[in-house]
């Protein structure tokens, strides 16, 4: 069995902060280990459960967070910012998908919560009218290949949606968020442990699982924070401008629809808190 890792940063253990996440800042190097053991839990957990095969795919900002003499040897790592699919560059092939260290979407009060791009350039972003994380929409990636979410882990507002989401996932809360910069967190050790559990069995059940797949035509709107930021997408000539600052867009093709996404958010990213 193959399970497919993406691994973002601001859900994993002990992050609260932006200095948390961003290379060069105070406590970056730090969270790196504890990125990469949340990662290791992950695969170890999988393998209990039955897993032979492991891709890891960074996701978090510059893509180089993961420390790749500390990673487990049984993986392979897609590390670097150059790809197509970006947070699910490689997933096809996959039997399950696991997001580690993912995060609430821009809007709500989850750690460090945001979709893309900082919540200085995008309020929110919708899928079919529902609001979207980038979870929901890297599940639907992975949902219309026919491959499911077998688990989660990250804070309390980021484990509750995927329940809500995907039938039978697996999550491993790591922490509680008390705002968007505070959380009650688990140590490492009791972290890794839960995160473990929760991998083998969602290995386990992935029989049990179904994949999330919304209904076509598939609409994406994302709402930013200024006009002249909505007006810089208009260079696609599929986006159309719904007001001031929301732009949407529909295809019948699932990865078209989300590859427009990305080219949308790195039309304008500028020098976002983290990524």
Not at 124 to 141: D, I, K, Q, T
Not at 172 to 180: E, L
Not at 190 to 201: C, G, P, T
Request: proline share 5%; hydrophobic share 40%; with cysteine.
């Amino acid at each position: 069995m193959k399970t497919y890792i993406s691994a973002d940063m601001e859900g994993v253990t002990g992050v609260t902060g932006p200095e948390d996440v961003i290379p060069g800042r105070s406590q970056y190097e730090r969270f790196r280990k504890l990125l990469t053991a949340d990662v290791n839990a992950a695969i170890e957990g999988a393998a209990e459960g039955g897993a032979t095969e492991f891709l890891v795919n960074e996701a978090h900002d510059g893509m180089r967070n993961i420390l790749l003499e500390d990673l487990d040897e049984r993986a392979e790592i897609i590390i670097g910012p150059g790809k197509p699919l970006s947070m699910m560059e490689g997933f096809h092939g996959a039997d399950v998908v696991f997001f580690v260290g993912y995060h609430a979407r821009a809007g709500v009060e989850g750690v460090l919560s945001h979709t893309y791009n900082a919540p200085t350039t995008v309020s929110e972003v919708w899928l079919n009218g529902e609001p979207c994380s980038e979870g929901r929409m890297n599940a639907a990636l992975a949902g219309t290949a026919n491959v499911p979410v077998g688990l989660v882990t990250g804070d309390d507002v980021t484990c509750a949606e995927a329940r809500q989401l995907y039938p039978g996932v697996r999550t491993a809360q790591v922490k509680t968020a008390i705002d968007r910069y505070t959380a009650r967190c688990l140590v490492p050790k009791a972290a890794q442990a839960r995160i473990r559990e929760e991998a083998a069995s969602a290995v386990r059940g992935v029989g049990e699982m179904a994949p999330y797949a919304p209904g076509t035509p598939y609409t994406f709107a994302v709402d930013f924070t200024t006009a002249n930021l909505a007006a810089s997408t208009l260079r696609f000539p599929q986006i159309e401008r719904i007001d001031d600052r929301r732009v949407s867009w529909t295809h019948e093709d699932y990865e078209t629809a989300y590859r427009m996404f990305l080219g949308v958010m790195s039309l304008v990213r500028g020098d976002p808190d983290y990524g």
